[in-house]
């Protein structure tokens, strides 16, 4: 009972290494600055342990930052994928709460506050934007 047979038609098929990267072009281009102090003297400073998220390396200010730091995805227990595809659902398919939270397997709370973190937050608004039109054939922004 309960998951629909084509799930796949509410999902954008994206990996977490996709999105991660769209979100550090969006937000760096190809060279990244200091989110804190803006300087571009920035070093890849290895990964985010147990994750192929990469850290990088003011040289100015000493501040250390990656792809995430500041967005609302950064100490985010759920998947890069799962915020993409709760967003999808709701602000492009239209899907209801209840019927997102049983296909993704996360509860009512959890897809609301992604919902409401999304609405607030324009580069993750962007993102779905992008992500959609790349993604989905049919979906237009
Ligand atoms: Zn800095």
């Known amino acids: 009972m309960g998951r629909p047979q084509d799930i796949s038609k509410c999902e954008i098929p994206i990996s977490e290494d996709e999105i991660l990267a769209a979100i550090r072009?969006?937000?760096f281009g190809e060279e990244p600055r200091c989110i804190y102090c803006g300087s571009d003297t920035v070093i890849k400073w290895g990964y985010i342990p147990h994750t192929n998220r990469q850290r990088y390396l003011c040289k100015k200010?000493?501040?250390t930052f990656n792809?995430?730091?500041?967005?609302?995805?950064?100490?985010s227990k759920i998947s890069l994928r799962?915020?993409?595809?709760?967003a999808y659902m709701f602000f492009r398919r239209g899907m209801k709460v209840s019927d997102?939270?049983?296909v993704t397997n996360h509860s009512p709370r959890t897809v609301i506050r992604v919902i409401n973190l999304v609405k607030e937050n324009s580069l993750?608004?962007?993102?779905?934007?992008k992500l959609a039109s790349e993604k989905?054939?049919?979906d237009r922004s």
């Open 82 to 86: 799962d915020w993409i595809t709760i």
């Open 136 to 138: 989905v054939s049919g």
């Open 67 to 75: 792809d995430l730091t500041g967005t609302p995805l950064e100490n």
């Open 25 to 27: 072009v969006m937000r």
């Open 124 to 129: 993750l608004q962007n993102l779905l934007r």
């Open 61 to 63: 200010c000493g501040a």
């Open 100 to 102: 997102i939270a049983r």
